[in-house]
């Protein structure tokens, strides 16, 4: 009787190595990849939808850690570049608000881009129809949007007011549509965690917020013209904080959900 059929712990169907790509065919599912060393284990989790790498949650930790970090270096920017003018520590070559402007911006995009790239890092073995899309978009899109976010320093005087509305609206969009990639695949990870719900929700807020988000950016188009009192503004504006807020909570416990499978991997392959 062959031994892959008769010996439940031999890997019975093709699965590639999460690493090197190696059929395991026939291997015992305790055993090591023969090419590069990898636990078989990892790769046969991987292909029944449950986390095989380690490495990759942790890399997916950091980077939800760092993007929940940029909120508070917003907050903290400014207090820190007025700090730093008032003693001198900046050129006086350029204003007070020039360099507010440059640093409030900069510092938290910047800790954004590479919160972004942490969480998107290409899962090992990982299939066309895993996610790999969301994660793809939201990997290149949102770094672009805040790209283009921080051309808006750069004010270049003979551009017309209409190039610089459009700049702006581009940025917005582009930082939205990044935002909603990201929360489709937190979605698609949440589901591989049976946390199903918990995606949707993010997914769905983030949506939510980005359409308060362009109603605010339309209005103050529209009010800049006369055409539109501030009350809808305000409202708007206080439901784009309040979903921000909780969209940065679920953030949170998206990361305590990742932290806790992190664990069981762990456990599996001990």
Not at 94 to 119: C, E, H, K, Q
Request: with cysteine.
């Amino acid at each position: 009787m062959n031994a892959s059929t008769a010996d439940p712990a031999v890997v019975r169907h093709d699965v590639p190595c999460i690493a090197c790509g190696y059929n395991l065919r026939g291997l015992r599912a305790d055993g090591t990849c023969p090419e590069c060393g990898t636990a078989v284990q990892k790769a046969i989790d991987r292909q029944t939808g449950l986390f095989g790498d380690e490495q990759w949650i942790r890399r997916m930790i950091r980077g939800c850690s760092v993007m929940l970090f940029a909120p508070w270096l917003l907050i903290l920017s400014p207090c820190l570049t007025a700090s730093m003018y008032r003693h001198g520590l900046l050129s006086r070559v350029v204003s007070s608000d020039d360099i507010y402007a440059a640093i409030l911006l900069t510092a938290p995009s910047v800790v954004g881009v590479i919160g972004v790239l942490m969480l998107t890092v290409p899962e090992p073995g990982a299939s066309s129809g895993d996610g790999v899309t969301w994660r793809r978009l939201g990997r290149w899109v949102t770094p672009w949007g805040y790209a283009v976010a921080l051309m808006a320093l750069f004010d270049v005087p003979r551009l017309e007011r209409a190039v610089n509305i459009i700049r702006d609206q581009v940025s917005l969009f582009a930082f939205i549509f990044g935002a909603i990639c990201l929360a489709a695949y937190c979605r698609h990870i949440a589901r591989r965690m049976n946390r199903a719900k918990l995606g949707e929700v993010m997914w769905v807020s983030t949506i939510v917020t980005g359409a308060c988000a362009v109603g605010v950016s339309w209005l103050n188009l529209v009010q800049g013209r006369g055409g539109m009192t501030s009350f809808a503004l305000v409202v708007l504006m206080v439901f784009t904080v309040l979903g921000l807020c909780y969209v940065y909570v679920l953030l949170a416990a998206f990361t305590v959900f990742l932290r806790a499978e992190l664990e069981r991997v762990a456990g599996r392959h001990a």
